[in-house]
C-alpha cells in the first residue's frame, strides 16, 4: 500500500475508533499508523467483543472489561476509559461500584482497589467541573 492510501486508511480507522470506543490510546494511534491493516483487524475483534451484542449491552460489557482489567493491573487510565464508556452507555456510579465489589472475593482486594481508584478518579473529575 502506498503511504498516501495507508495515511488515509488509517486517518479513517483512528476516526471510527475514537467514535466506536470515545478515546484511542497513543500507543493504538501508532499501531494504526504503522499497520492500518493490523489495525482494522484488532478494531474488528474489539467491535465484536466490546461492542453491543445480542444479550449483553455496551453497559455490561464494559463492566466485565473493568473487572478482568482491574484484576489483570492495568494503569489506572485504562480502567477510567472503561468506566468512562460504561457510564456513556448508561452505568451509574452504584452499578460500577457493586460490579467492582464483585472483584472482590474472585480477584482479591488488589483487584476491588484498582477499581474503586479508577471509579475515585471519575467521580473527583466531575465533581471538579
Known sequence: MDEAKKKEKAEKLI???????????PEWEFVCR??????ESYNNLYASAMGKGTFLSI???EMIALGILAYKGVPTDV????IKR????GATVEELLEAIETTIAP????????GV????NIIQKDQKK
Do not use: C, V, W
Not at 504503522?34 to 489495525?39: A, E, I, Q, T, V
Not at 480502567?79 to 472503561?82: F, R, T, V
Not at 481508584?117 to 475515585?120: E, T
Open 15 to 25: 476516526s471510527e475508533a475514537i467514535k466506536q470506543r470515545g478515546y484511542m490510546y
Open 34 to 39: 504503522s499497520d492500518p491493516d493490523f489495525f
Open 59 to 61: 453497559k455490561i460489557r
Open 79 to 82: 480502567l477510567e476509559a472503561h
Open 86 to 89: 460504561a457510564m456513556q452507555n
Open 107 to 114: 480477584g482479591g482486594a488488589p483487584t476491588f482497589h484498582n
Open 117 to 120: 481508584k479508577a471509579l475515585l
